[in-house]
């Protein structure tokens, strides 16, 4: 892995950090399953007929984990150094049904392909985050789903750099701060994560016009696992729906209608 990653084009946070690289792969299966049993009541097919893009895709780990139990699946990834990587991972688990192709979202060109579009903190990393979502809209066949997750911006301590109010300033003093702290130079890779209001105007100018702030399936299968304090959010955020526009992050279905 070190030879691979000699030229690296990575976020910076992960370059620093290896969030993805240590995590995504611990906890991969769970992800997939959490994809699936929340995504799942808002579409008709089985699982098993499902055809699947994961944008951002990383390493390809949930990518792998959901081809396992999904008809088809395509990572689409930006970073070389990551769609190398994810190939790599293709290739030694032996799935047929999964590929990975070295782009953005926001040069998607599928039409009506997709039951299911995941975008799993991605977003944020996005600069054009209309057109991503307009081409993934496209993507989608009619009746498919779009799920995310994504940071909020309103959050007081940012989940890349784990510093206090730094998605609050703009980037200039952002990169001041990251520069300061020793942790970055460049908060440009993950700048990106909306308010709450921001993300409902960004879905709709898509061409969403149903979509639904949801608490995800099964608790156990998040990042965090199913700890007390995380389970007592969810409970507040079933109850009062206002509490999204402060949430950590939002988890969202959306639907091409």
Not at 42 to 53: F, M, R
């Amino acid at each position: 892995m070190t030879d691979l990653f000699e030229m690296d084009d990575r976020p910076l946070y992960e370059q620093q950090y290896e969030k993805m690289l240590y995590e995504r792969s611990r906890i991969a299966e769970r992800l997939a399953c959490q994809i699936i049993d929340t995504c799942s009541p808002y579409l008709s097919k089985p699982v098993s007929e499902w055809e699947v893009l994961d944008c951002g895709s990383g390493y390809g780990f949930t990518a792998a984990e959901l081809a396992k139990r999904c008809k088809r699946v395509k990572g689409i990834e930006p970073s070389h150094t990551l769609y190398v990587e994810a190939v790599r991972i293709q290739q030694e688990k032996h799935l047929a049904n999964l590929s990975f192709a070295n782009i953005g979202a926001e040069t998607l060109s599928d039409h009506n392909v997709y039951d299911l579009v995941v975008l799993d903190n991605v977003l944020e990393h996005i600069r054009e985050q209309l057109q991503a979502l307009q081409r993934i809209f496209h993507a989608l066949r009619p009746n498919g789903v779009l799920f995310i997750v994504v940071p909020n911006k309103l959050w007081p301590i940012e989940v890349h750099y784990r510093l206090p109010f730094l998605s609050y300033l703009p980037l200039s003093l952002a990169n001041i701060y990251l520069r300061l702290t020793g942790k970055g130079t460049d908060y440009s890779d993950a700048c990106y994560a909306p308010t709450f209001w921001t993300l409902r105007r960004l879905l709709n100018a898509a061409g969403f016009r149903e979509f639904y702030f949801v608490v995800p399936a099964n608790l156990a299968n998040t990042m965090k696992g199913d700890v007390w304090y995380y389970r007592l959010g969810a409970r507040l955020l079933r109850r009062i729906p206002l509490l999204w526009i402060i949430s950590k992050a939002f988890v969202v279905v959306a639907i091409k209608r």
